[in-house]
């Protein structure tokens, strides 16, 4: 760069001549050198000489925004190309000709007092104008600027208004003015009239460069940051998210933006991940979207790894995930987990258990989904989506406990939906979650999937086992397995001795109340004894603590009950003890888990069940037996029963503690040091229902039209992986060609000849039926007439016959009729039900006469008695709404009628898919449509738009009704600081996961909504020209 200099009055002009040189970075420090390299040198040129006080001012004003820069950082990367356009440099010449007619001469500049931060803003904005860009530029092609540079423009047009602004204008932190302040006001001069400088074109230019990058928004940065960080870093990264890799990256946390961390660790409270988190996160096969199976010990954070890839797979690839889990309760609890993610993320987190889910579900086409299932609802979504073929939209796939594979036909509904996934979708992803297992290579092998293991644990687990008074420490790799480690301590009465010979007590008094404890027994009996005998024996101090809590409790349970309340938790609840396993309603079930969670409760005697549900970890966990029933522990429910001990982030070491009497060290001996069991395929489980079903869905679907085809899609299930274990008197083949024999059988699959030369398989009406609606193939049937025989004299003025017909068939067998009890509630129906029951083949007569304990000479269908029976039982209970009043009536437990009632409103979804494929059932469709509806929430009407949100239970619905909140739009606009304040016992993590989860809803109803409207006004692709 050429400069020209002209001292005329003591004042220094520059007027630049631009070189096609690049500017030198080490040469002389020009306005556009870093501030804090000139910034004192400026100062003492300012105190120095007055003269240049306000030009030093000026300098220092508009360099503001360099205060963070090095000399090595090229603010200006590229803008030097402006040099190669002639045509630019050519008008840039004519300007700067046209402003040396109006070159500014300045005299001496003095002040009569130091000016403030604004006065000298103020001064310096008029000595400076920029007209000659603003009027005399005649290039109007530069006047287009982008939004970002609006509000620069908008104060260059109004210098009044950046006067106002301040010093505060800016972001970035001042450091001048404070040193400029403390000049001595006598070093300053008289304040003089002064004429108008014009800063040369390239100033201006530079000037404008600097001032667009220094913009200060009006809005706080914190808020920017709430309000706007996901948008900007998804936009950014979308612009780039296919050149620079096929997965993409959408910001720093495992390629997820920033807000998903933050999110984690404000919804979860967790601040870092484990490192084998990060570990198995930077897995190549998780990079490359190949399928990945991670088994680690429980409790170590399997969970948080699979929600990150599932949040990877809807942000970034835009496609859509499921999440199979085991249970109706596990799946609620995620439900109610993420749907702060789904809102704040703006993704669907849909249910799929019981009576709820869509078949197929809706179609969207701004928001990607989460589908959160059961293993049979899993399934069926799965055939929904390769019917409609839908199934290239699922993304990811996970699979919580895996080993679940080897659990019976529930496994065995498992293989079938991954077998389809791994045969119809190659560009899906499967990430398996399981405990460790000992032929996990036979899993590999199946899935096609890399493993990762590792043993970390966030706490430390001692095993131990107590024989007699004495307790020994586990370890498995000595001869003897177990090492002495210490004598009870505590003293026994005789009475004590007697009632409690196994000396729990000593054992759980050592740690509550203070820490907690789980007592796993082998029956539910034996759970409610454990629970009151130990409250016998507790000091009275106990009841003091946490009393109101305790009292409070007691409340909730006996307002769930209707008033009614277990004498049981009467007597424990207020000890700090309770009961838990599947005789517990679910509201019950739910108060018990929030109230051990949250410290009120610190002994829960409990079933096994407890360790495969939701995690509700102890400091210490006692096994009262080695036996689950009357059958020995296997490992995997040792292993899963004592992985509840230690909770991560309260203890340091978790404790597990067998009892064991002489008879069973030698068995307890091979369990502690015996490996892992396998897991073996169970579609041959039950006379090969698993084989059948998969077959006859296959033929269904369209997934495979021949036998060869059928035998072709074996090849990749894991029994096949396991033939020579699982079939060895027959090959697989020949066990498919059987099965396909069979169906033909039933009339569920028939031959078509589509060509002369080849025999193609075809699903009748009734098999595509029984595989729509996954009715067990035992069982269709028998459904097919009882539904015809329903047709000839449907009773329409009570939901008697209709809940008989929707009565599952698996649970008849569980329940033997008490007879007096079946002729008292018989003889409360309505001559017309009471016609009903004779119809389908239970007089009045038969069932009094059983009462009376004589003979029957006319033989009666066993499983129509036994159904009728049950539907009793659901029809008292939609009648009533009171689940406690019911059990009474008919002396069962309230336990077994809420599983009778949920099963039975599984089933009714079931038996409408069924009907729905039948036209000669049209009647059904809107009918058991309702009937589903009751039976998912049998509680009156008003109640059900709250009980829809995921987590709200009867209980809660009444209290959220009693509130106000009576609708699903007042929960979702509902505030969880008012909802905690309103609603009794309502913490505050509980009223934000409400009101998300209403708010989740509400937004899929909506959309639904739309997606609904804008089909219907979607231009048809095949209309006629």
């Known amino acids: 760069m050429n400069t020209d200099v002209d001292n005329s009055c003591g004042i220094a002009v520059k007027r630049n001549a631009w070189s096609s040189k690049k500017r030198s970075r080490e040469g002389v420090r ?88 604004n006065a000298v803003k103020q001064s310096c904005e008029e000595d400076l104008t920029d007209s000659i860009f603003t009027e005399e530029f005649p290039d109007t092609s530069l006047r287009d600027f982008p939004s970002s540079q609006l509000a620069f423009q908008q104060d260059v047009s109004n210098p009044q208004r950046q006067c106002s602004l301040g010093m505060e204008s800016t972001s970035t932190p001042d450091v001048k003015h404070s040193k400029l302040t403390s000049v001595p006001a006598e070093t300053l001069n008289a304040k003089k009239p002064v004429p108008k400088a014009r800063r040369s074109m390239t100033d201006q230019l530079k000037r404008a460069m600097l001032e667009n990058a220094g913009t200060s928004n009006r809005i706080s940065k914190t808020a920017l940051q709430k309000e706007a960080a996901m948008s900007e870093e998804i936009s950014v990264a979308m612009q780039t998210i296919e050149s620079v890799s096929k997965e993409g990256d959408l910001g720093p946390f495992f390629g997820l933006p920033s807000k998903v961390k933050d999110l984690i660790m404000r919804l979860k409270g967790i601040q870092d991940l484990y490192e084998w988190q990060k570990a198995c996160l930077d897995l190549d096969s998780v990079k490359q979207r190949t399928n990945l199976i991670y088994s680690l010990p429980t409790s170590g954070g399997k969970t948080l790894v699979a929600e990150i890839l599932i949040f990877k797979e809807l942000l970034c690839k835009k496609k859509d995930a499921m999440l199979i889990l085991p249970y109706v309760a596990l799946v609620q609890e995620k439900v109610r987990g993420l749907a702060s993610f789904g809102i704040e993320l703006d993704f669907m987190v849909e249910e799929y258990a019981g009576s709820k889910g869509k078949f197929p579900p809706v179609k969207r086409r701004t928001k990607n989904s989460l589908y959160i299932t059961t293993l049979e609802k899993g399934h069926s979504l799965v055939n929904s989506l390769i019917e409609t073929k839908r199934l290239d939209n699922i993304g990811l796939v996970v699979v919580d406990e895996l080993h679940m594979l080897g659990d019976g036909s529930r496994g065995a509904i498992l293989e079938m939906t991954l077998a389809k996934l791994l045969y119809s979708n190659k560009s899906s992803q499967i990430i398996g979650m399981s405990a460790t297992l000992g032929n996990i290579g036979d899993l590999q092998r199946f899935l096609r999937a890399e493993n990762y293991t590792n043993d970390f644990r966030p706490v430390e687990l001692k095993e131990y086992v107590k024989l007699r008074d004495s307790i020994y420490e586990v370890e498995p790799k000595e001869e003897e397995c177990f090492r002495f480690s210490r004598l009870l301590a505590f003293k026994y009465s005789s009475g004590m001795q007697k009632m409690d010979p196994d000396h729990i007590i000593a054992l759980v008094t050592e740690v509550i109340p203070q820490q907690s404890c789980l007592v796993f027994c082998a029956t539910k009996k034996n759970c409610e004894n454990v629970a009151g005998m130990i409250c016998k024996y507790l000091h009275k101090d106990f009841l003091r603590h946490r009393e109101k809590e305790k009292a409070n409790l007691l409340a909730e349970l006996r307002n769930g009950g209707n008033g009614s309340l277990c004498p049981v938790l009467q007597r424990t609840v207020p000890f700090g003890l309770a009961y838990h396993h599947s005789g517990l309603t679910t509201d019950e079930r739910r108060l018990v888990e929030e109230a051990y969670s949250s410290g009120v409760l610190c002994l829960l005697a409990c079933t096994s069940t407890l360790a495969a549900g939701i995690n509700l970890p102890a400091r210490r966990v006692i096994l009262r037996s080695p036996y689950v029933g009357a059958d020995f522990l296997k490992r995997s429910q040792y292993k899963q029963m004592v992985g509840r001990a230690g909770r991560a982030g309260i203890d340091s070491v978790g404790e597990s503690i067998l009892i064991l009497q002489d008879k069973d060290k030698d068995m307890v001996k091979k369990l502690v040091s015996a490996p892992m069991e396998k897991c073996y395929s169970n579609l041959l489980h039950d006379g090969s229902k698993g084989l059948l079903s998969l077959i006859l869905s296959l033929i269904g679907l369209n997934v495979t039209r021949s036998a060869e085809q059928v035998v072709d899609f074996m090849s990749g299930t894991l029994l096949s992986v396991q033939e020579t274990q699982a079939c060895p008197q027959k090959s697989l083949k020949e066990l498919t060609l059987e099965s396909i024999e069979i169906l033909k059988q039933k009339g569920l699959i028939e031959a078509a000849l589509d060509t002369p030369f080849e025999a193609s398989l075809q699903v009748t009406r009734l098999g595509r039926a029984t595989y729509k609606g996954s009715v067990d193939l035992s069982y269709c049937d028998v459904l097919y007439k009882d ?61 009094a006469r059983k009462a009376a304990g004589q003979s029957v000479r006319k033989s009666v269908d066993t499983l129509v008695v036994n159904r009728l029976y049950l539907a009793l039982v659901l029809y008292f209970l939609l009648r009533e709404t009171n689940l406690w009043s019911v059990s009474d009536r008919f002396q069962l437990t309230r336990g077994f009628v809420q599983t009778l009632l949920s099963s039975a409103s599984a089933f009714c979804s079931c038996v409408l898919h069924f009907t729905e494929e039948l036209e000669e059932f049209w009647a059904y469709k809107a009918l058991l449509t309702e009937l589903t509806r009751r039976l998912t929430y049998c509680v009156q009407a008003e109640l059900i738009p709250l009980m829809e949100v995921a987590g709200v239970m009867e209980l809660r619905a009444k209290q959220l009704y009693n509130a106000g909140y009576k609708t699903l739009a007042h929960l979702a606009n509902a505030d969880p600081n008012v909802l905690v304040k309103k609603v009794e016992n309502l913490f505050k993590k509980q009223a934000n996961q409400i009101v998300a989860s209403a708010k989740m809803l509400l937004q899929e109803k909506a959309e639904a909504l739309q997606e609904e409207f804008d089909d219907l006004l979607m231009l048809p692709v095949d209309l006629p020209s």
């Open 787 to 847: 539904l015809s025989k329903g047709l000839e004299g449907l009773l329409l003025n009570s939901f008697l016959h209709l809940v008989y017909l929707v009565t599952p068939y698996d649970l008849v067998s569980q329940c033997k009729p008490d007879w007096m009890i079946y002729f008292t509630q018989f003889a409360k129906l309505s001559p017309a039900e009471q016609k009903m029951a004779a119809t389908i083949g239970v007089p009045e007569s038969f069932v």
């Open 30 to 117: 020009s306005n556009f050198t870093p501030a804090k390299k000139r910034q004192s040198a400026l100062v003492e040129k300012c105190i120095a000489n007055p003269e240049h006080s306000a030009v030093s001012q000026i300098k220092t004003e508009e360099n503001r925004v360099e205060q963070c820069c090095s000399d090595n950082e090229d603010l200006f990367d590229g803008y030097d190309s402006i040099i190669g356009d002639s045509s630019f440099l050519a008008k840039l010449e004519d300007v700067e000709q046209k402003a040396e007619q109006h070159d500014v001469v300045t005299t001496n500049v003095c002040y009569d007092s130091l000016p403030s931060k």
